[in-house]
């Protein structure tokens, strides 16, 4: 019986090891590449900031330093609509990007200082560079839909 029992340890044990190195890794999702809720919050506060900072985006947020009011809700929304876009398990429940961006009048030049100020947002967070062109691939498929509205 005794070695019955071990018999049987010692082959779970093998079976174990010979799996774990058989079976394929499933990507990470551009949510966990970007450290999920903790790493996107991050990272949206560091863009908000330098959008505020940034000479060629601080007259469109500067409204949001006078209403501090307002940027909670507009904060959350970015949160949800990165989180959700990157494969992370939140639920957007915002307006669409052309919507949002009505009426803004956001100019290419304006649009690509945006882009600049999010990737070296990206670079201070240490993101790597396949994430970097994942998120690259993102913010070039809104461009329509954000800018001349």
Same mark, same amino acid.
């Given at each position: 019986?005794?070695?019955?029992? /071990?018999? !049987? *340890?010692?082959?779970?044990?093998?079976? %174990?090891? #010979?799996?774990?190195?058989?079976?394929?890794?499933?990507?990470?999702?551009?949510?966990?590449?970007l450290?999920?809720?903790?790493?996107? /919050?991050? !990272? *949206?506060?560091?863009?908000?900031?330098? %959008?505020? #900072?940034?000479?060629?985006?601080?007259?469109?947020?500067?409204?949001?330093?006078?209403?501090?009011?307002?940027?909670?809700?507009?904060?959350q929304h970015t949160i949800d609509f990165f989180s959700a876009g990157s494969g992370g398990p939140a639920n957007y429940k915002g307006r669409d990007m052309s919507d949002t961006h009505q009426g803004m009048n956001i100019s290419a030049a304006d649009y690509m200082h945006a882009v600049d100020d999010i990737m070296e947002v990206l670079e201070k967070?240490?993101?790597?560079?396949?994430?970097?062109?994942?998120?690259?691939?993102i913010l070039w498929s809104l461009k329509e839909a954000i800018m001349s509205k």
């Amino acid at each position: 019986m005794k070695k019955s029992l /071990t018999s !049987i *340890v010692l082959l779970l044990i093998i079976t %174990h090891i #010979i799996g774990a190195q058989t079976l394929p890794s499933v990507p990470k999702t551009l949510f966990e590449r970007l450290g999920g809720t903790s790493g996107i /919050t991050a !990272i *949206v506060d560091d863009v908000f900031e330098a %959008h505020m #900072i940034n000479p060629a985006r601080s007259a469109r947020f500067k409204p949001y330093r006078d209403q501090p009011e307002r940027l909670p809700k507009i904060r959350q929304h970015t949160i949800d609509f990165f989180s959700a876009g990157s494969g992370g398990p939140a639920n957007y429940k915002g307006r669409d990007m052309s919507d949002t961006h009505q009426g803004m009048n956001i100019s290419a030049a304006d649009y690509m200082h945006a882009v600049d100020d999010i990737m070296e947002v990206l670079e201070k967070h240490s993101i790597d560079d396949a994430s970097k062109k994942d998120v690259l691939a993102i913010l070039w498929s809104l461009k329509e839909a954000i800018m001349s509205k």
